[in-house]
């Protein structure tokens, strides 16, 4: 098995693009979801789960420099302009083109546990708030909760990051066909699903990923923990760019026949260089 695409998302829930080198740090990957938009309705730093606008957006790095609060980056906007993150207009354009008053922000210093800490719900019913996150019907069963880290609770992302819980989500290859297999009549794309990394694994059948949980890896210089499958939301359904639909079969498909989950959650156990064609070699 081999890297076959690394994923950088500058800004949390916009596309992102691929890139052939990065590294690996404790955070995840260096240069991957450095700005986020602050919801200015309701508080708190949101994504495409909530402001599902978010994803016909597009976003890539200007300086290439290494992770920082100095980053800048570029946002390509529904109409085909671009805006800056340093450009004065870049929030008012962003809220214009989502249809909801947010403020672009850079990731902020793990000790600022104001700046991560969870908005309003949209619904005082619990129950109701989850099914709008995960995307679920009155008949679907939610995932377990218990699996994320405890800290998503009280905040939006564990703090220092604007990941949803873990640094990485893997796919595979594989998953990707598969889910074409399943789906003749959508629009599978890898930009729905929103990997950090994808692993060509041949002609491997179904979902192998799902395997992987509990196990180590090397890749490239680095070392990476698998951890257990990724329940998927209400955000694999979303509008991506124009040419990626809004389609609620592919997460009907995904609860009935996946158990819920689509790719697999890891950690970074050793930092280091990865690129496109390393190996993955189990430990």
């Known amino acids: 098995m081999r890297l076959h695409q690394i994923w950088i998302y500058p800004v949390k829930s916009m596309v992102g693009g691929t890139v052939d080198l990065a590294e690996l740090d404790q955070l995840g990957l260096v240069g991957d979801r450095i700005w986020a938009v602050r919801d200015l309705d309701r508080g708190g730093i949101r994504g495409a789960k909530k402001i599902g606008g978010l994803m016909r957006l597009a976003a890539r790095r200007v300086d290439g420099a290494a992770r920082g609060l100095d980053d800048v980056v570029e946002i390509a906007l529904p109409d085909g302009r671009t805006v800056r993150s340093d450009d ?36 005082d019913d619990i129950l ?18 218990t699996q994320f880290p405890p800290e998503v609770m009280e905040f939006e992302s564990p703090p220092g990051t604007y990941y949803d819980c873990w640094p990485l989500m893997i796919m595979s290859t594989s998953a990707l066909r598969a889910l074409g297999d399943a789906l003749p009549d959508s629009v599978v794309d890898v930009t729905r699903f929103r990997p950090s990394l994808v692993i060509d694994t041949g002609e491997e059948p179904g979902h192998p990923e799902f395997s992987w949980s509990g196990r180590r890896a090397t890749l490239g210089e680095a070392e990476v923990e698998f951890l257990g499958p990724c329940p998927r939301c209400v955000m694999v359904i979303r509008a991506v760019g124009k040419d990626v639909p809004e389609d609620r079969a592919v997460l009907r498909h995904i609860v009935r026949d996946l158990d819920q989950n689509v790719g697999v959650y890891a950690r970074i156990a050793k930092p280091g260089r990865i690129g496109v064609g390393d190996a993955l070699t189990f430990l």
């Open 128 to 145: 109701a708030e989850l099914r709008g996150v995960f995307g679920r019907t009155d008949d679907e069963p939610l995932p377990d909760l």
């Open 88 to 123: 004065a207009s870049v929030h008012e354009l962003v809220s214009e083109a989502i249809g909801h008053q947010v403020r672009l922000e850079s990731l902020a210093p793990a000790s600022d546990l104001d700046h991560y800490r969870r908005g309003a719900p949209d619904s």
